[in-house]
């Protein structure tokens, strides 16, 4: 049975695995990225933790190749148009490069949002439809669009970035991107903290909010204990959400989208919020798209990436 290696790149740590044909995961493990020296170390680190690993498994001759998800665009050539959290501020062939320092080795790179959305696709939460979306609710929002079973990455790898789709041109508070009214703005983690305390600031109504730290984690289970402050702030989480997902729909017209993310550990609890909005906003030729909850975690990542060498 043939195996594939799967790279999960953070700005932190790079997760890991051998994966077999099947999308079994063999064995996972992490190394550190060390982003210093303009982030020269990482490939090389990543290069050899594999080939250490893969001859300790006695699996050289067995495995395919390996595939990498990077926190920044990748094209379909694996030219990375810098990195920011890797403090790769050059545009290069990733794939290029990492192959090199394997010896020839076959690689694929990727979008670490687009690898993630291939892994859902194959083995999570979309495997049993077509076209899909997925759409990471974390600090910010991310975005990985497949398109009969391919990830699609656009002409210079940012096919996905969803969450800079402009909802309000009047907003005055700047997305780290630069630009302002930015759908992450509202609809990721960050975004909920920040409307949880927009309502908390307006309102002098008793809530289970006022108690704690104000967090999504924190506002969804205040939502189950029929917090009406914290029902208030699901509403207008769900008409963003709904409303950007009603943009990308009009765009893309996937039959399937996949939430993942921190926010989505929330669950079920969160898509009548956001399907509300979404029926009300989207094109009724689209509108029979379903809204889902990722099942794969941070296994994602690595099953996407071996996918793309798999495939």
């Not at 740590?13 to 982003?35: C, Y």
């Not at 009047?170 to 960050?190: D, P």
């Amino acid at each position: 049975m043939g195996y594939a290696v799967g790279v999960d790149v953070g700005g932190t740590s790079v997760k890991l695995g051998i994966v077999n044909a099947d999308g079994e995961i063999v064995e996972t493990w992490e190394i550190p990225t060390r982003t210093e020296d303009e982030g020269k170390n990482i490939l090389p680190d990543i290069a050899q933790s594999v080939k250490d690993r893969i001859r300790e498994k006695g699996i050289s001759s067995d495995v395919i190749g390996t595939g990498i998800g990077l926190p920044g665009p990748v094209d379909d050539d694996g030219v990375i148009r810098k990195a920011v959290n890797l403090h790769w501020e050059r545009t290069f062939n990733a794939a290029e490069e990492l192959s090199e320092l394997l010896g020839g080795m076959k690689v694929r790179a990727g979008n670490d949002a687009d690898v993630a959305a291939l892994g859902e696709y194959w083995k999570g939460a979309g495997r049993d439809f077509g076209d899909m979306v997925m759409v990471t609710l974390g600090t910010g929002i991310g975005g990985g669009i497949i398109h009969h079973g391919k990830i699609y990455a656009g002409t210079t790898g940012a096919g996905g970035e969803i969450g800079h789709i402009c909802l309000d041109p009047n907003e005055k508070i700047r997305c780290n991107c630069g630009n302002a009214g930015c759908f992450e703005q509202y609809a990721s983690a960050t975004g909920i903290v920040r409307l949880t305390k927009e309502e908390l600031e307006a309102s002098g109504e008793d809530s289970l909010l006022r108690n704690t730290e104000v967090t999504a984690k924190a506002l969804w289970d205040a939502v189950r204990d029929g917090d009406r402050l914290a029902i208030r702030v699901a509403e207008r989480f769900g008409f963003y959400l709904g409303w950007g997902l009603s943009i990308i729909a009009g765009v893309v017209n996937p039959e399937v989208f996949v939430l993942g993310g921190g926010v989505s550990k929330a669950g079920d609890i969160i898509i009548p919020y956001v399907r509300k909005y979404f029926d009300e906003h989207t094109f009724h030729a689209c509108r029979d798209a379903q809204i889902v909850i990722a099942t794969l975690g941070n296994s994602a990542g690595l099953l996407g990436a071996a996918k793309m060498v798999l495939d």
